[in-house]
């Protein structure tokens, strides 16, 4: 099956630790991207990335890393930076001759 | 960036159609009209989108008005597993080729039977 995984499907962190998100897709997309969602609030973009090896901030970058060695993998790695990392945490990504961008089923994260 | 505006909730009852409204009065000639939808607790699914014809697929109908300040998603016969929230989104096209969906709030649609 093509598609987006999000793994795990939960996280927990604790105080001071740095954690990442994997996100990976077989259907050849160009673009990825990372949105944050908090409880009855829509969603905000941390970063993205148009190729292989080159990523942009977005809205709301600080305290997050990603990298993108592969075109099929874009991870998000949340640091102690991140003072308020609970949340729900969603990759997307799109073809590059296309607008549309397709969700994974995103990984919920929560500090201890 | 063109921003839009929806009704926080509505009610839709099963087999109607319903009818979902957004006004987008700043957006700009080459921005498109997206419509996404979210089911609780899963990822944001993509429903149709437009510049200025209306449009319809298998999933709903997309009314533009002519100014294009405002659109108006239909779904045709509304289920149960229609209830989601839906998102009216503006496209912000940034650097070339670069694109970046901007979500609000959106609006809550919960149908009946």
């Known amino acids: 099956d093509g598609g987006i995984t999000q793994s795990p499907k939960y996280l927990f962190r604790k105080e001071g630790q740095n954690v990442t998100l994997s996100c990976e897709q077989n259907?050849?997309?160009?673009?990825m991207y990372w949105y944050r969602q908090d409880p009855g609030q829509g969603l905000r973009l941390i970063y993205y990335?148009?190729?292989?090896?080159?990523?942009q901030k977005g809205d709301i970058a600080e305290g997050y890393s990603v990298s993108r060695e592969k075109k099929e993998s874009f991870p998000l790695t949340v640091t102690s930076a991140q003072k308020n990392p609970t949340a729900f945490y969603l990759c997307?990504?799109?073809?590059?001759?296309?607008?549309?961008?397709?969700f994974g089923p995103g990984t919920r994260l929560l500090v201890l | 960036d063109a921003k839009t505006t929806q009704p926080t909730s509505m009610d839709c009852a099963e087999g109607r159609a319903a009818n979902l409204p957004c006004n987008h009065s700043?957006?700009?000639?080459?921005?498109?009209v997206y419509w996404y939808r979210q089911i609780h607790s899963q990822g944001p699914q993509y429903i149709i989108h437009?510049?200025?014809n209306n449009e319809t697929n298998e999933m709903a109908s997309l009314i533009i008005t002519e100014d294009r300040k405002s659109s108006t998603l239909i779904l045709p016969h509304a289920t149960l597993r229609d209830t989601a929230v839906y998102y009216c989104?503006?496209?912000?096209?940034?650097?070339?080729?670069?694109?970046?969906?901007?979500f609000g709030a959106g609006t809550t649609v919960t149908v009946r039977a």
């Open positions: 997307a990504s799109r073809k590059g001759t296309e607008e549309t961008q397709y």
């Open positions: 259907l050849n997309h160009d673009a």
């Open positions: 990335s148009q190729i292989v090896n080159d990523f």
């Open positions: 700043t957006i700009s000639g080459n921005e498109y």
């Open positions: 437009g510049l200025k």
């Open positions: 989104i503006v496209r912000v096209l940034e650097r070339s080729n670069d694109y970046k969906l901007s």
